[in-house]
């Protein structure tokens, strides 16, 4: 008897934790349901110049040789008023708008109208119909993978372009870089307004929503998870997977072009940027179907911060070496190249190979061999906001024993040899890796803070066993 009423009662106990438990997952899965004063600011802060800073780097490239100081040192010297540099920049025009509807219309195309025929003939390749990680409403979604095959016939009608049919020169991008940056804003304004419309008014699913309150955060963070039109136009996948970051390989050989036709060839460090950024932009078509599992489609609701990021910011801010090297023609020293090159090569292993393992093994549930031995992890649980308690596992074993984000070091090395590859004489060519080391360090802050807030103290026993984040003993 006694035995019994003691059995109920743990059941009962149990059964109130995981009602506990329910709520927590329910109150900080995902982004942030309040906002503290310092998220605000930053919001307040991005939104009100990250249009500027990209507008800054470009025009001090169009009118300054991309010298980041000279247009201050002219503004407040007095040489200049703000009102010159704004006169000397070109404007939208009817040409660049017929353009850049042309692109995104034939994104789209590619994106809603071509079922994927890659993987039925590239082996090891994983397209067609796949499914996304399941939301904090316990929802799986369906994607079309088919972003190799958008990129390949992009690519292939470029070229055919370039060098039989001739209807446009390849340096079209180059030469309306400007006004393109107008419909790229207009578009990223766009879609990013609509977005938080929708998100009030006909959300595709309720329960994924959330809501600060506060509409500043709320536009830049984004209200749904998953908006969508229709059963397959998934806005993340889009914004976040093709207008941009197609175009990324075909800026830099826009860019490639020019300095062709400026200087009668092209040197070492635009092959190098080309062939590196190529890399890591196939890379990201050839393992589209693993980008459903990572922050930006798993957790990221979309806003302002993905719809005009993806638009905006990546194809301006991500390619500003080429854009560089068009204006400041480097030609590398042998060992100076191969240094770059080897540099790069190596972060794009160390970033593959640390994706590709968390990948087999949540893939495989563990049944895996990582580095030739089985995998070593923490089993977890967590709980979705319809009370389903779900289970889960942390790999402490590879790159994954070395630090938390291993695949974030790969990255950035890789970054820092773009970079290296444009030589020492300004600092514009640089940004890129100051400004992934921001964003990284940033991400593995805010993932850190929702995984520990998934899995309570499953994660503190993960974070004993791996306990650096980026750099084994440092950081
Ligand atoms: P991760 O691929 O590292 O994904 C983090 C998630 O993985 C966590 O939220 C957690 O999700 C799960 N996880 C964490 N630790 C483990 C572990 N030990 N074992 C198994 N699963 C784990 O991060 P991102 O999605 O941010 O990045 C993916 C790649 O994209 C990175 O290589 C990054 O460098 C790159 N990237 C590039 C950007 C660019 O602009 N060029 C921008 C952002 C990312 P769960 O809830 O499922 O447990």
């Given at each position: 008897?006694a ?24 109150g ?6 309040e ?27 169009a009118?300054?040789?991309c ?8 503004l ?24 850049y ?25 994983v ?13 799986v979604?369906k ?54 419309i929708?998100?009030?008014?006909f959300p595709t ?19 749904e ?7 397959w136009f ?9 207008p ?59 806003g ?7 638009c ?11 854009l ?100 020492f ?37 993960y974070?004993?066993a791996?306990?650096y ?7």
């Open positions: 008897m035995a019994n009423q003691e059995k109920k009662l743990a059941e009962e106990r149990k059964h109130q934790n995981m009602q506990n438990d329910t709520k927590a997952s329910q900080q899965w995902g982004r942030a349901w906002v503290d004063w310092f998220s605000l600011a930053s919001v307040l802060f991005l939104l009100m110049f990250a249009p500027l800073i990209v507008y800054y780097f470009i025009m001090s490239c009118q300054y040789q010298s980041l100081t000279d247009p201050l040192l002219d407040l010297m007095g040489n200049k008023h703000l009102s010159d540099i704004w006169n000397s920049t070109p404007m939208l025009t009817c040409r660049a708008a017929g353009i509807f042309l692109w995104v219309t034939f994104q789209v195309v590619l994106y809603m109208s071509i079922p994927d025929f890659c993987h039925k003939f590239l082996p090891g390749y397209g067609g119909v796949q499914e996304g990680a399941v939301t904090p409403a316990g929802v979604n994607y079309e993978i088919n972003g190799l095959q958008a990129w390949i016939i992009t690519h292939v009608l470029w070229f055919a372009n370039a060098y039989c049919f001739h209807f446009f020169s390849p340096t079209i991008i180059f030469d309306n870089w400007i006004p393109l940056l107008w419909c790229a804003n207009i578009l990223g304004y766009a879609v990013s307004t609509f977005a938080m929708k998100g009030y008014f699913n309720a329960k994924d929503c959330k809501f600060t309150g506060n509409f500043f955060y709320d536009y830049m963070m984004g209200i998870f998953n908006p969508r039109i229709g059963k998934d806005f993340k996948l889009f914004f976040n997977g093709r941009g970051i197609v175009a990324w390989t075909l800026i830099n050989l826009s860019f490639a072009a020019k300095q062709q036709e400026l200087y009668g060839g092209v040197t070492n460090s635009i092959i190098l940027v080309n062939v590196l950024q190529g890399i890591y932009v196939l890379d990201f078509f050839w393992n589209e179907a693993w980008y459903l599992k990572t922050i930006d489609i798993c957790h990221d609701h979309f302002w911060y993905l719809g005009w990021g993806d905006v910011w990546l194809p301006y801010l991500y390619t500003l070496q080429g560089y090297l068009v204006y400041h023609p480097v030609q590398l020293c042998t060992a100076h190249a191969t240094g770059v090159l080897l540099l790069g090569l190596l972060g794009y292993y160390i970033f593959r190979m640390t994706n590709h393992q968390k990948d087999l093994f949540r893939r495989t549930n563990g049944n895996c061999r990582i580095w030739g031995k089985k995998p070593e992890y923490i089993e977890c649980s967590y709980t979705s906001a319809d009370g389903t308690k779900h289970y889960s596992k942390l790999l402490t074993s590879g790159f994954w024993g070395w630090a938390r984000h291993f695949n974030y070091t790969g990255d950035l090395m890789g970054s820092l040899a773009y970079c290296l590859a444009c030589g004489e300004h600092i514009l060519p640089y940004f890129y890796i100051i400004y992934m080391a921001i964003l990284l360090t940033h991400r593995c802050v805010r993932d850190e803070h929702r995984c520990s807030s998934k899995y309570g103290k499953d994660w503190k026993r974070t004993a791996v306990p984040r980026l750099l084994p003993g440092i950081f």
